[in-house]
Nanobody, 127 residues
Framework: QVQLVESGGGLVQPGGSLRLSCTTSGFTLQTSTIGWFRQVPGKEREAISSIDIYYDYKFYADSLEDRFTIAVNKRERTAYLQMNNLKPEDTAIYYC????????????????????WGQGTQVTVSS
């Protein structure tokens, strides 16, 4: 049974940092792609980043201004999203997702690329 569990969200002041975790189980991590997305209620889900586990190929949405970094610890089966210099507009529910295939480029930033999703973790950026 595939499981993705996000954690690490919370309340942070503008300019602060958070590191989100996505703990995974129930599938072969090595041949998968992990993606991070976020969604503000009432708006469309927005892609943040993806990582092809086998090739360690990372891809980011253009709008992030290099503030976000994706990483994976294969031994712990955990993906991370390091978020720096957070802004109020980063407030959203953050989701990790998994596809049982390798993914590169903008295709891996599409919601349709992913089959499995976590439950999400709330990030609130406010003073």
């Amino acid at each position: 049974q595939v499981q993705l569990v996000e954690s690490g969200g919370g309340l942070v002041q503008p300019g602060g940092s958070l590191r989100l975790s996505c703990t995974t189980s129930g599938f072969t991590l090595q041949t998968s792609t992990i993606g991070w997305f976020r969604q503000v209620p009432g708006k469309e889900r927005e892609a943040i980043s993806s990582i092809d586990i086998y090739y360690d190929y990372k891809f980011y949405a253009d709008s992030l201004e290099d503030r976000f970094t994706i990483a994976v610890n294969k031994r712990e089966r955990t993906a991370y999203l390091q978020m720096n210099n957070l802004k109020p507009e980063d407030t959203a529910i953050y989701y990790c997702a998994m596809a049982m295939r390798q993914g590169r480029g903008r295709a891996a930033l599409s919601e349709d690329f992913y089959t499995y999703w976590g439950q999400g973790t709330q990030v609130t950026v406010s003073s």
